[in-house]
């Protein structure tokens, strides 16, 4: 007896292993007679059923399972194609990603559904045409905000660029006019249906700003003041900032104009401050220049600063001729042994004698020139006070220091040694060479009997000099660490008490004083500068 299986009345195709339907769920079994072959045969059959059953509940599962898996394929493939696809392409390029979605979840789905038949293609397609049309709806959405991004941006370069255009050229009204009414129209074209007002009160709200702005950037305040008056509805809420900065650029400018006033009449008196100074000084003066009392105060303050910096330019004019000059006559009267050049006292007195070095200055070298005492004396009272202005900062070039070698107050050890304390108070030892000067000046400032005599000037200059060397040595052995142990022993004090003061300094000044008050009526008297300078006038006449 043939076994029939019923189909699903919601499917129109079977999928069969063999002639078994496996959408069957009880079978219908059309019973024999009771007999005892009937019987036999029954229970055959109930076997056969049960055995059935069981085959067809596996291949159901196993093909379910595939149309799961191939729908998972499915929408991962959708997945990977809708980033590569939004990836690649943007604004006017994604205008046809609805078609391209939908084209590309048929394609793929096509493939897939292939592997199955019966209901369990329907089970595919059912779920896959589900995602495919939401596949497709992705795709139109996003081929949508791409296309209105792209209008936007085009939109926004067009209007920018229109701007920049007007910024150029403000005052031509009728371009101006023009430019603003074709801009317009694009948009209507650009974006139909939409209401073109917010557009067209923002473009006017543009222009009208780009307009006094650029006036102003080209610094006429005039026209972007009538700019803004023509436009101060159109600016609304916004016209107190424009009406500020307008304001702000006219005060800026009238500044200006003051400021290149006064810098012209700075100018005209660069070299003459003072006498510029004296042109302002009156009301007269400052109505014929066009200035207030507030500016003239300003122009004064100006050219007294230019005063000051011409004094120094002209000083450190004045300190490298002193330094050279000076040091040009000792190279001639010298000479330069390693390069052949034999010493020329004549030349030298003439190099001095053809300079501008200072009267006092000239007279003293020419003195010592003659004698051929140049840089062998000293006087170490004023070596003492040279050193005491180095320390203090009071001499910013060498010529003074030059100066004393011209007039024999220095000499060349001097000299040396005065212009390396000068280079070290731009050093670290700046600090403890002030400390040394306070120690010296403490220990012969003292009243006593000899103070300010040439004993105790020659004793100060001893002590000052050794003790520079010590802390000099101090450091270069072990930086400041070493220079504070210094100070921190007997070592300044020893070189203080070395070079004391003794009751023989005391009675030798004493000596000194007594024996030039005495026999002084029989000593010849020292020359004056005046008549040395005469008694050289002379002899070159003769």
């Known amino acids: ?159 920018a660029q229109t701007m920049d255009t007007i910024a150029q050229d403000p005052g031509n009204a009728a371009f101006v006019r023009t430019s603003l009414e074709y801009l317009k129209g694009r948009y209507t074209d650009m974006f139909p249906g939409m209401d073109p007002r917010a557009m067209d009160a923002d473009l006017n709200h543009k222009v009208a700003g780009i307009t006094i702005d650029s006036f102003l950037a080209k610094d006429q305040v005039g026209q972007a003041r009538n700019a803004f008056n023509q436009y101060r509805d ?129 007279i003293e070298m020419g003195k010592k020139l003659e004698e051929g005492t140049i840089g062998k004396t000293r006087d170490p009272a004023a070596v003492n006070d040279m050193a005491r202005q180095v320390v203090n900062g009071a001499i910013d070039s060498d010529a003074p220091i030059d100066v004393m070698l011209a007039q024999g107050k220095a000499s060349v050890g001097d000299v040396a040694m005065l212009k390396s304390m000068r280079k070290d108070m731009d050093s670290p030892l700046k600090d403890y060479l002030k400390r040394a000067d306070h120690l010296i000046n403490n220990a012969f400032a003292r009243s006593q009997f000899a103070a300010g005599t040439p004993e105790a000037a020659i004793k100060e200059d001893r002590a000052r000099s050794q003790l520079s060397t010590v802390i000099t040595e101090a450091y270069k052995k072990g930086g400041p660490e070493a220079v504070e142990k210094l100070f921190s022993s007997d070592t300044p004090m020893s070189i203080m008490n070395s070079n004391a003061i003794t009751v023989d300094d005391a009675l030798s000044s004493v000596n000194r004083v007594i024996g030039a008050g005495g026999a002084g009526s029989n000593k010849k008297p020292t020359e004056s500068a005046q008549d040395f300078v005469r008694r050289r006038t002379q002899g070159a006449a003769q």
């Open 1 to 159: 007896m043939a076994i029939r299986i019923p189909k699903y009345e919601s499917r129109n195709l079977a999928t069969r292993v063999g002639n078994v339907d496996p959408g069957f769920v009880q079978p219908l079994i059309n019973r024999a007679g009771q007999d005892a072959a009937s019987s036999t045969t029954q229970s055959l059959l109930d076997s056969g059923k049960q055995l059935t059953d069981v085959a067809i509940k596996e291949y159901v599962s196993s093909e379910t399972a595939r149309v799961s898996e191939a729908l998972q394929s499915y929408r991962n493939q959708l997945a990977d194609e809708q980033a590569r696809y939004s990836k690649e392409n943007q604004g006017q390029n994604a205008l046809g990603a609805g078609e391209h979605f939908d084209a590309f979840a048929r394609d793929t789905a096509a493939p897939l559904a292939e592997k199955f038949s019966g209901k369990f293609r329907n089970m595919f397609m059912q779920d896959a045409a589900a995602y495919g049309l939401r596949f497709k709806e992705h795709g139109q959405a996003y081929a949508q905000q791409q296309e209105h991004l792209w209008k936007r941006t085009k939109w926004e370069g067009d209007v």
């Open 234 to 362: 159109i600016l609304g809420a916004a016209a107190p900032q424009f009406e500020s900065r307008i304001n702000t650029k006219g005060r800026e400018l009238e500044a200006r104009a003051r400021a290149d006033s006064e810098m012209r009449f700075v100018g005209a008196f660069a070299n003459d401050p003072l006498k510029g100074i004296a042109e302002i000084s009156t009301p007269e003066g400052m109505a014929k220049y066009g200035m207030d009392a507030k500016t003239a105060i300003s122009v004064r303050s100006m050219l007294q600063t230019q005063w000051s910096f011409n004094k120094t330019v002209e000083k450190q004019k004045n300190d490298t001729y002193v330094t050279n000059t000076v040091n040009g006559i000792y190279s001639t009267l010298m000479g330069d042994p390693d390069k052949g050049i034999a010493p020329d006292p004549a030349k030298a007195y003439q190099i001095l004698q053809n300079s501008n070095l200072d009267a006092i200055t000239k």
